[in-house]
């Protein structure tokens, strides 16, 4: 199992960024996804999950209306689209996959910061 992040930067308070988390070494379709984000200093923490059929989402309470999180099952591809951005949302972005056998894999996280 493989999952690599792409998409971070540094934008300003207000923008957007599209976050994509590529996979590969399993059959993507059939799994639910997740991004969970890390502040510096603080716990890992949910901010977004979508099933495997696409058709239900759930999201932090600190990001609704804000992120959303979709999937691109040909491409084997989660994405999270973040809009306005806040400084808080400043924190590294994994994606992650638990197996059926219960197993957690997550990638490596990309960086968004938010910033003027």
């Known amino acids: 199992v493989q999952l690599v992040e792409s998409g971070g930067g540094l934008v300003q308070p207000g923008g957007s960024l599209r976050l994509s988390c590529a996979a590969s070494?399993?059959?993507?379709?059939?799994?639910?996804m997740s991004w969970y984000q890390q502040a510096p200093g603080k716990e890992r923490e949910l901010v977004a999950y979508?099933?495997?059929?696409?058709?239900?989402?759930n999201y932090a309470d600190s990001v609704k209306g804000r992120f959303a999180i979709s999937r691109g099952d040909g491409k084997n591809t989660v994405y999270l689209q973040m809009n306005n951005l806040k400084p808080e949302d400043t924190a590294v972005y994994y994606c992650?996959?638990?197996?059926?056998?219960?197993?957690?894999?997550w990638g490596k996280g990309t960086l968004v910061t938010v910033s003027s």
């Open positions: 992650k996959v638990t197996t059926y056998s219960g197993m957690d894999y």
């Open positions: 979508i099933n495997s059929a696409g058709d239900i989402t």
């Open positions: 070494g399993f059959t993507f379709s059939r799994y639910d």
